[in-house]
């Protein structure tokens, strides 16, 4: 049984796959359901925007720009939980994806990670996306990994 699962979401559609996946083990666990999406940032790693300096104009913009899609991509996420009738708490972290996915499952205690295989780039026949290979590695508790359709070619 599991008490606590966060599911990393992307807006990629395997990530809906992953977080479809993760409402229904947590309706019936009757488990508590966090969402995390990480602004994924080479530059500034782990900064928020508050702590940006000097500001930079390009980047700046660069950030809120992702900052709002990162919003967009959680409120989805609370809407598909809300319409299944499972609670959600939406968490928008700022640095290394798998990194921060992990430090949050520790955090929360999570007993259970759910990533997607693969997020918005190609989907590989045999690898995973470099995101859920990180958490697979890096993981203290179980991982779900919630696999796409191979690619055809
Ligand atoms: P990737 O490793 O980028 O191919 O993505 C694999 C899975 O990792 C996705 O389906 C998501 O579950 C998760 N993921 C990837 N990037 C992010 C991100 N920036 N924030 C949260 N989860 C992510």
Do not use: C, N
Request: charge should be negative; charged fraction near 20%; aromatic fraction near 4%.
């Amino acid at each position: 049984m599991f008490k606590s699962i966060l599911v990393a979401v992307d807006g990629s559609e395997i990530g809906h796959r992953a977080l479809e996946e993760t409402l229904a083990v947590a309706r019936a666990m009757e488990a508590s359901v966090h969402a995390v999406h990480v602004v994924q940032t080479a530059t500034y790693p782990s900064l928020t925007l508050d702590q940006l300096e000097p500001p930079d104009i390009a980047q700046q913009a660069l950030l809120d720009a992702l900052d709002r899609e990162a919003d967009e991509i959680l409120a989805d996420a609370e809407q598909r939980a809300a319409a299944a009738g499972v609670p959600l708490t939406a968490h928008k972290r700022w640095g290394h994806p798998g990194a921060e996915i992990m430090a949050l499952a520790r955090e929360l205690g999570a007993d259970l990670t759910v990533v997607g295989s693969h997020g918005k780039g190609r989907l590989g026949r045999f690898f995973l996306g470099s995101t859920s290979s990180y958490v697979v590695d890096h993981a203290a508790s179980t991982v779900m990994v919630v696999r796409g359709e191979p690619d055809a070619s």
